[in-house]
């Protein structure tokens, strides 16, 4: 189950410096977890889970396999791009395809780094992108709802349902907000997701700071928060100086170079488990003497669908899942111990699994 990131911002505001620092990363991580280069600006990380190693120290696990998110470098954004301006067409075709926005924004000042508006202004620059993106929205449901005027006068049930949606995000971004903020019903939700409005991504602000603010950001990015804050978004400070400086580093180098900062760890680590949140993921276990592995699930997942994630035959042939909890894994000192002081359960296909659960599947064949 994949799930995708996208890097967008400003020209020179830091974006590149920041995923340039997370390919280094990624390709300096162990061996058994190559850094996949799927076009020239996609790349896959380790989401870092320190509960991953103590579960493969205890079983004896010879391989560790962590989960993963893809980061895909969106190219830079001006105004006008929802027209086509600069790579405006591409930009927003990229951004059709992931499932959320970590939205770096500039909040440093260096006179030899060109803003190219004149001025360090963050939640402007914020505003610039969610405006081009909701001018693009705008623009498709206009076309969307002219489109099915013919099946409304047919009285298609589908047609109708779409452009009672696509009316409602309409009156929400003519209002001048995003269309996240659409209130939908349950049983609308899997016609929502198929619109595919560039707004209804949740977005991640990526606060760049200078490497002396680092720790405890600046005013700019007090801003950002207050801004990400009244938005019910998320925000991170992370200077791309310094990430850039540390993925170069060997481990215990780096964890030197961060202590000097005053850090007490890596800023990209944070970026990458801010996204995990940010879309409502979690993780599940399953450990062997061959491995011990991470897999992502979105946050109520049942248990068949949890096995589907590994194989398609482990959710068709589902039988029950033997669930043992992270902390009576690890407080027991392995599987057997934790059968034996009766803390594994036996799971149906009702269960949902729960972040950290360490799973065994059974299914027929």
Same mark, same amino acid.
């Given at each position: 189950?994949?799930?995708? !990131?996208?890097?967008?911002?400003?020209?020179?505001?830091?974006?590149?410096?920041?995923?340039?620092?997370?390919?280094?990363?990624?390709?300096?991580?162990?061996?058994?977890?190559?850094?996949?280069?799927?076009?020239?600006?996609?790349?896959?990380?380790?989401?870092?889970?320190?509960?991953?190693?103590?579960?493969?120290?205890?079983?004896? +696990?010879?391989?560790?396999?962590?989960?993963?998110?893809?980061?895909?470098?969106?190219?830079?954004?001006?105004?006008?791009?929802?027209?086509?301006?600069?790579?405006?067409?591409?930009?927003?075709?990229?951004?059709?395809?992931?499932?959320?926005?970590?939205?770096?924004?500039?909040?440093?000042?260096?006179?030899?780094?060109?803003?190219?508006?004149?001025?360090?202004?963050?939640?402007?620059?914020?505003?610039?992108?969610?405006?081009?993106? !909701?001018?693009?929205?705008?623009?498709?449901?206009?076309?969307?709802?002219?489109?099915?005027?013919?099946?409304?006068?047919? *009285?298609?049930?589908?047609?109708?349902?779409?452009?009672?949606?696509?009316?409602?995000?309409?009156?929400?971004?003519?209002?001048?907000?995003?269309?996240?903020?659409?209130?939908?019903?349950?049983?609308?939700?899997?016609?929502?997701?198929?619109?595919?409005?560039?707004?209804?991504?949740?977005?991640?602000?990526?606060?760049?700071?200078?490497?002396?603010?680092?720790?405890?950001?600046?005013?700019? *990015?007090?801003?950002?928060?207050?801004?990400?804050?009244?938005?019910?978004?998320?925000?991170?400070?992370? +200077?791309?100086?310094?990430?850039?400086?540390?993925?170069?580093?060997?481990?215990?180098?780096?964890?030197?170079?961060?202590?000097?900062?005053?850090?007490?760890?890596?800023?990209?680590?944070?970026?990458?488990?801010?996204?995990?949140?940010? @879309?409502?993921?979690?993780?599940?276990?399953?450990?062997?003497?061959?491995?011990?592995?991470?897999?992502?699930?979105?946050?109520?997942?049942?248990?068949?669908?949890?096995?589907?994630?590994?194989?398609?035959?482990?959710?068709?042939?589902?039988?029950?899942?033997?669930?043992?909890?992270?902390?009576?894994?690890?407080?027991?000192?392995?599987?057997?111990?934790?059968?034996?002081?009766?803390?594994?359960?036996?799971?149906?296909?009702?269960?949902?699994?729960?972040?950290?659960?360490?799973?065994?599947? @059974?299914?027929?064949?």
């Amino acid at each position: 189950m994949g799930f995708k !990131m996208g890097i967008v911002g400003l020209p020179n505001v830091g974006k590149s410096t920041l995923f340039n620092a997370l390919t280094r990363t990624a390709a300096a991580q162990a061996a058994n977890f190559p850094f996949c280069t799927i076009e020239p600006n996609v790349g896959e990380v380790a989401v870092p889970d320190p509960r991953l190693d103590k579960l493969a120290a205890i079983a004896g +696990s010879k391989q560790i396999i962590p989960t993963r998110m893809t980061f895909v470098d969106i190219a830079g954004l001006v105004k006008g791009a929802s027209k086509g301006e600069g790579l405006g067409n591409q930009f927003l075709a990229n951004i059709r395809e992931v499932d959320a926005i970590a939205h770096v924004l500039r909040c440093f000042e260096d006179g030899d780094v060109t803003h190219v508006e004149g001025r360090v202004d963050p939640v402007a620059d914020a505003d610039t992108i969610e405006t081009e993106l !909701m001018l693009a929205d705008l623009e498709s449901i206009e076309k969307r709802r002219a489109n099915l005027v013919r099946k409304l006068k047919g *009285s298609d049930k589908e047609a109708q349902q779409q452009d009672r949606l696509l009316a409602a995000a309409q009156e929400v971004l003519e209002s001048g907000r995003p269309a996240r903020l659409v209130e939908v019903a349950e049983e609308d939700q899997r016609a929502w997701k198929t619109l595919q409005l560039l707004t209804t991504k949740p977005v991640l602000y990526v606060c760049n700071v200078g490497e002396a603010e680092a720790a405890e950001g600046n005013e700019h *990015s007090a801003r950002v928060a207050e801004m990400a804050a009244a938005q019910g978004n998320a925000h991170v400070i992370i +200077s791309a100086q310094i990430e850039e400086e540390i993925s170069q580093l060997d481990d215990d180098e780096a964890q030197m170079f961060l202590e000097e900062m005053g850090l007490q760890e890596a800023g990209l680590d944070r970026l990458i488990r801010a996204g995990y949140d940010l @879309l409502h993921l979690e993780t599940y276990f399953t450990v062997g003497p061959k491995e011990a592995r991470a897999w992502t699930i979105r946050t109520g997942t049942s248990a068949p669908r949890a096995a589907g994630v590994i194989h398609g035959d482990f959710e068709k042939g589902f039988i029950r899942a033997e669930t043992i909890a992270y902390d009576d894994f690890v407080t027991l000192g392995g599987e057997q111990a934790a059968k034996e002081a009766g803390k594994m359960r036996a799971e149906g296909k009702g269960y949902i699994v729960k972040d950290g659960d360490v799973l065994h599947f @059974l299914f027929n064949t």
